[in-house]
């Protein structure tokens, strides 16, 4: 038995080593046949760092200068500035030749007669007892003695004619008293007020020119006295 083991076992080891350079060999055949398909493309690496940036480098030249533009639209007229102050005065010209003489003017109105004195008192009341007076400056003794004074009332606020003193209605009465040197007194028989009275002052000489002027005027009508005197 044992005898035939070793047998057994000398028979397998040569065996093995006998098999060894037929699977060596097979191996290197193997090993020589045709490349088989690529695998399948691996998954992307990561990015690697950033290299350092580089020095600048030099500047190119100056290129071709290019076409005018169009022109712009004109802007807004501004506000306008305050104005300027008044230059001096340049000097003046010298005279222009004279020119032909102008045709003759009308004859103007004659004018108030210088001695003649107008007076015009407003709103003004009368009394029943005693005198109303007013004070003329104008009557000197040369009116008393040579002159006349006129007298006329209204009532006050209407632009009716003037009516002449003495004056009498409906049982009342206005008349002149008396005048002297720069007055003239007033009578009536009754109380009121709300008149207007006007006097003229002429003295003899205007007297006598204006009836010489204008014969058979109305004393009564202060509306021609006033046009023959030229009383304004």
Same mark, same amino acid.
């Given at each position: ?44 690496? !990561?990015?690697?760092? $950033? *290299? &350092?940036? %580089? /020095?600048? @480098?030099?500047? +190119?030249?100056? =290129?071709? #200068? ?12 501004? !506000?306008?500035?305050? $104005? *300027? &102050?008044? %230059? /001096?005065? @340049?000097?003046? +010209?010298?005279? =222009?030749? #004279? ?134």
């Amino acid at each position: 038995m044992i005898r035939r083991s070793c047998k057994k076992l000398n028979y397998d080891m040569k065996a093995k080593y006998l098999l060894l350079p037929l699977l060596y060999t097979s191996l290197l055949i193997s090993s020589c046949g045709k490349t088989g398909p690529a695998g399948p493309k691996g998954d992307t690496g !990561a990015a690697g760092a $950033a *290299g &350092a940036i %580089g /020095a600048t @480098g030099a500047t +190119g030249p100056a =290129g071709p #200068q290019g076409a005018t533009g169009a022109t712009g639209a004109t802007g807004a007229t501004g !506000a306008t500035g305050p $104005a *300027g &102050a008044t %230059g /001096a005065t @340049g000097p003046q +010209g010298p005279a =222009g030749p #004279q020119g032909p003489t102008g045709p003759a003017g009308q004859n103007g109105q004659d004018g108030q007669d210088a001695a003649v004195n107008s007076y015009v008192f407003t709103n003004r009341s009368v009394l029943l007892v005693g005198n109303t007076r007013f004070n003329l400056p104008a009557i000197t003794q040369d009116v008393v003695n040579t002159g006349i004074i006129l007298a006329y009332f209204r009532n006050t606020g209407t632009t009716s004619s003037w009516n002449a003193l003495p004056y009498s209605e409906a049982g009342n009465s206005l008349t002149i008293a008396s005048y002297g040197v720069g007055y003239i007194d007033l009578k009536a028989n009754f109380v009121g007020s709300g008149f207007d009275f006007r006097f003229v002052v002429v003295p003899g000489t205007s007297l006598t020119n204006m009836m010489a002027k204008t014969p058979g005027i109305n004393l009564n009508n202060f509306s021609q006295v006033q046009a023959a005197l030229h009383i304004q």
